[in-house]
């Protein structure tokens, strides 16, 4: 058998460029999954998934021409079954072989084996192994019918098809070519109306040939880079246009930089087939637009990438991924720069517009614009936010910090309202905080209108002031506790309301800023500002953020023993359960622990079992030696470990409990809990208790058994 290297194209129209990179590692994935598993290619061959706006291919290294014939064993039916008392085979066993296309004669060769408790018929055979073009037409249907397309088009086939013009097919865009070679031989595929060839076509305007012939699959990436101006590789050409990137904004001196967005590289690499990068420039005048507008415009409306001075400040130069590369790209820079002032003056008449109103005067009409059907308008969400805002900001800096969180909440959702928000969203809290500095309000108020969203996602920075803190907090509890008290809760990959994510940023206000805030008391805080909109869900919502929080920890590194041992508790102050983690882990590798981690899961079970029977500890009723050296230990330590306790240093209390290993092993060993004396029973339950409540203030450290 020959191993040759493989290469499978579908060349079609432009493809979704967000959806690119995906379609073509699915493709090559999917295809030489289902080589290997017909053992058409080794389980390590090397796989490289080309991905370009027309073009979807894999390279499939080591792929036989014919997968090798391999044994196969069927069981057909027990013995008693399939032979009848003078050993001749039963209508059963006949009717089995022949779906299997054997007959009679091969009833003497077929393999009696124990199976369970009875013996049973085995068909052996060798299965000949799959040719290529069989096997390679399985694999390329399945990856085909297996692509995530966003969205399936229906196009006709105009020939090599039933009804030229009338029959259909579905697929992700139309498909105008298929190559499939096995080294330098076409492979006779069929797909999507197409057969198999080495034609395919390069850049739609700078291919030196067309159509570009590929002489063997090893071929194909440097044929397509010289003779169709295309870098096939989808990792390839995004590094080309970084560098590319990178190489004009030096040009450009000044320590300018573009603006790091993955994102939109990737989208930029998933537009072009030969990138070139081009410097433009825009007006200076527009510069006095927040930069945020004019970077959100450029970005998102025409997939530039604006370029930053040393400073971060937006410059008047921005960069351009052309897909072309004439001698002159005079005309081209002038077209993206005649393109681009449209959008950065309808950014400029949106700012001036917007600041002719003052962000108080726009408060009233939030009453107009509804949140949700059943907690009403975005007006009475912002009095929920302010209740929830002064109570907090109450307890956390006094009147002080009350008042400029009544005052920055009351504000925070008016540029909901402003033309800016209105035609880009994703500025919603930026846009207030200019506003606010031009009506001449504090920079803490201004700061605290921006940051009320943050953080606004995984890694995003909190809040800068106590004002914005407290106005974030109250932002996103109105939100948690409004949403769980109406039922609207997350279901499996659906939360609308983004309620993990908010659940998640309450905490990581509490643990980050290490508030001294108990979770309930702050839960319960914000239910009285909806009246009776709502019923209280404050348990419910308390054990969604404790499953956030421990999800949280095991992605930070945290086992997930150590985090279910100091959640069982479920501990009111969030900031000080890293304290709490860090000392249940050097409590752990304590020679001591796995016993005492152990006694105390026992000590659980016992007084789960004898709930109610336990009483005040009397010394006069200790009969035992080991009880009263229990008692006599837990007098002498304890006391110590409930200080360092109180003190917040959890770790110090752990390893100061760990001294009462011997008498507890001491006390299970020679003392009978469950004794015929009620009394004594009651009084040593009664120890054990106030052993059990010694040992679980940090963390419930029987999750710690194994």
């Known amino acids: 058998m020959t191993n040759k290297n493989l290469l499978v194209e579908l060349f079609v129209e432009e493809l979704p460029p967000k959806a690119l990179r995906k379609l073509g590692d699915a493709f090559a994935g999917v295809l030489a999954e289902q080589l290997k598993a017909q053992g058409l290619a080794p389980a390590d061959a090397v796989v490289t998934a080309y991905a370009s706006p027309r073009r979807l291919a894999a390279h499939v290294a080591g792929v036989a021409a014919r997968a090798a014939d ?68 399985k694999a390329l249907d399945e990856a085909i019918a297996k692509l995530p397309i966003p969205k399936v088009m229906t196009y006709q086939l105009e020939t090599d098809c039933e009804l030229p013009g009338w029959s259909s097919v579905k697929f992700v865009r139309p ?45 194909y990436a440097a044929t397509l880079a010289r003779d169709g101006a295309v870098i096939a590789s989808f990792d390839e050409r995004k590094a080309e246009i970084a560098r590319q990137l990178a190489a004009a904004a030096d040009r450009v001196g000044g320590g300018c930089r573009p603006i790091e967005d993955e994102a939109l590289l990737d989208e930029v690499t998933a537009l072009v087939e030969r990138p070139n990068v081009l410097v433009c420039q825009f007006e200076e005048e527009f510069l006095a637009v927040p930069q945020e507008c004019l970077i959100l415009t450029m970005k998102a ?103 400029s969180a009544d005052t920055a909440a009351c504000l925070a959702k008016t540029d909901l309202l402003t033309d800016m928000v209105g035609e880009f969203p994703e500025l919603q809290g930026i846009m207030g905080g200019y506003y606010a500095r031009h009506d001449g309000l504090s920079e ?133 359960v890293a304290q709490r983690l860090q000392a249940v882990r050097a409590f752990a590798a304590l020679p001591e622990a796995p016993a005492l981690a152990a006694a105390n899961k026992r000590i659980g079970n016992i007084l789960k079992k004898s709930e109610g029977e336990g009483a005040a500890v009397n010394t006069a009723l200790f009969v035992e030696a080991a009880e009263k050296d229990l008692h006599a230990a837990m007098q002498a330590i304890v006391p110590s470990a409930d200080a360092k306790f109180a003190a917040g240093d959890y770790t110090g209390s752990l390893q100061a409990l760990a001294a009462l290993r011997g008498p507890v092993d001491a006390f299970f060993d020679g003392v009978m809990v469950n004794a015929d004396d009620a009394a004594l029973k009651a009084n040593r339950l009664g120890l054990l208790q106030s052993l059990h409540e010694a040992m679980n203030r940090v963390a419930d450290l029987s999750r710690l058994a194994a």
């Open 175 to 219: 498909a105008h070519g298929l190559v499939a070679l096995h080294g330098a031989d076409v492979v006779p595929v069929k797909a999507l109306g197409l057969s198999a060839g080495r034609d395919t076509h390069g850049h739609r305007f700078e291919a030196a040939t067309d159509p570009v012939r590929i002489a063997d699959a090893d071929a």
């Open 301 to 403: 409306n025409q997939k530039y990438f604006p370029l930053l001075d040393a400073q971060g400040r937006l410059t008047n130069k921005f960069l351009v991924v052309s897909n072309i590369a004439p001698q002159d790209a005079s005309a081209v820079v002038q077209g993206n720069e005649r393109v681009v002032r449209p959008r950065l003056a309808d950014a400029k008449f949106f700012f001036d517009q917007d600041r002719k109103k003052t962000l108080e005067s726009r408060v009233e009409g939030l009453s107009k614009v509804v949140y949700h059907n059943k907690l009403g308008s975005q007006g009475e969400r912002v009095e929920r936010v302010r209740a929830i805002a002064r109570a907090i900001g109450q307890q956390l800096g006094g009147d002080v910090l009350a008042h």
């Open 70 to 137: 391999k044994a196969v064993s069927q069981k057909l039916m027990p013995v008693s079954v399939g032979l009848d008392a003078q050993g001749q085979p039963t209508p059963a066993l006949l009717k089995r072989l022949a779906g299997l296309g054997a007959d009679a004669s091969a009833v003497a060769g077929l393999r009696r084996a124990p199976d369970g408790k009875a013996e049973a018929l085995f068909f052996d055979s060798v299965q000949a192994g799959v040719e290529l073009a069989a096997g390679l037409q």
């Open 444 to 576: 803490d108020i201004a700061f605290a209108i921006e940051d009320h969203y943050k953080p606004r996602f995984a890694g995003d920075e909190l809040p800068r002031s106590p004002t914005g803190l407290v106005v974030a907090l109250a932002d996103k509890l109105e939100t948690l506790v409004g949403m769980f008290g109406i039922g609207n809760l997350p279901t499996g990959d659906k939360d609308p309301f983004a309620l993990r994510r908010h659940a998640l940023g309450v905490i990581r206000m509490l643990v980050e800023k290490d508030l001294p805030l108990e979770l309930t008391a702050l839960l319960s805080v914000a239910v009285p500002a909806f009246g009776d909109k709502i019923s209280d869900a404050t348990p419910a919502l308390a054990e969604f953020i404790y499953d956030r929080l421990a999800g949280s920890l095991r992605e930070q590194g945290a086992s997930a023993q150590e985090v279910d041992a100091v959640l069982a508790l479920r501990p009111q102050r969030l900031a000080d």
